[in-house]
């Protein structure tokens, strides 16, 4: 397998950029508005996986709460696509918004509809780490990928993350493996939050998605697997 990885100073960051021009491609002025965003962490297999969008689309692009089983290609240029995502071996599926929530910009969908991850609406872009990693360079990549007034306001929820702080996350410079091979598939543990950043002190709302919220007490209904109906 060809798994090349990029150095985390320099390569994440610049990986971590075209998750920004995906997340972003439908705000010409940023996430100044409503956005739901999804991180996730292999510590396995040292791959961070990323989704950032806006919370007004036909889709609750929501990674449920339990560990998912992504699958990564065979080549891997530092940052990539996941593909494939499954739950208990069924593929993950998004619920459809509120046709109330959704945007003038949308069609919304059928409510008993479900959109398939490999649909690509709610897409994970993700990145192979390499070298030393912390906590401090986690928020740098996370600094990188979002534009917008309401960057600070989204940091935060990132900054709440263990991601680099703990043992598991955390790669030391005497740790580093310079034949690391990952595995073609791996297990990440998604934190999925909503951001209201037009809200007084521009105070984010963190998401639990413990299940589906009663109807106008919950911005975000999970997605969940087809094994569940």
């Known amino acids: 397998m060809n798994r090349?990885?990029?150095?985390?100073?320099?390569?994440?960051?610049?990986?971590?950029?075209?998750?920004?021009?995906?997340?972003?491609?439908?705000?010409?002025?940023?996430?100044?508005?409503?956005?739901?965003?999804s991180f996730g962490y292999d510590a396995d297999n040292h791959v961070?996986?990323?989704?950032?969008?806006?919370?007004?689309t036909p889709w609750v692009c929501s990674f449920g709460s339990g560990?998912?089983?992504?699958?990564?290609?065979?080549v891997i240029e530092g940052f990539f696509q996941i593909e494939s995502l499954l739950s208990e071996g069924s593929e993950w599926q998004?619920?459809?918004?509120?046709?109330?929530?959704?945007?003038?910009?949308?069609?919304?969908a059928h409510?008993?509809?479900?959109?398939?991850?490999?649909?690509?609406?709610?897409?994970?872009?993700?990145?192979?780490?390499s070298g030393k990693f912390n906590h401090g360079q986690f928020i740098k990549a996370a600094k990188s990928l979002i534009d917008g007034k309401a960057k600070g306001c989204l940091i935060r929820e990132f900054a709440k993350s263990?991601?680099?702080?703990?043992?598991?996350?955390?790669?030391?410079?005497?740790?580093?493996?310079?034949d690391f091979e990952p595995a073609d598939e791996g297990q990440i543990e998604f934190t999925t939050f909503v951001a209201d950043c037009e809200k007084p002190n521009n105070k984010p709302d963190m998401f639990e998605d413990t299940g589906r919220g009663e109807r106008g007490k919950s911005d975000v209904a999970p997605g969940h697997n087809k094994g569940d109906d």
């Open 111 to 129: 409510p008993d509809d479900q959109s398939p991850f490999s649909d690509g609406e709610c897409p994970l872009q993700a990145v192979l780490l």
């Open 94 to 108: 998004f619920a459809a918004r509120d046709a109330d929530e959704v945007s003038d910009d949308h069609e919304p």
């Open 4 to 37: 090349n990885r990029l150095p985390i100073v320099s390569g994440l960051l610049a990986g971590l950029l075209v998750i920004s021009s995906v997340a972003l491609a439908d705000h010409e002025e940023g996430h100044d508005e409503d956005t739901i965003g």
């Open 48 to 56: 961070l996986a990323v989704n950032l969008g806006d919370n007004h």
């Open 162 to 178: 263990d991601i680099g702080r703990t043992e598991e996350t955390r790669i030391r410079t005497p740790e580093v493996e310079e």
């Open 67 to 74: 560990a998912l089983t992504a699958a990564y290609p065979e």
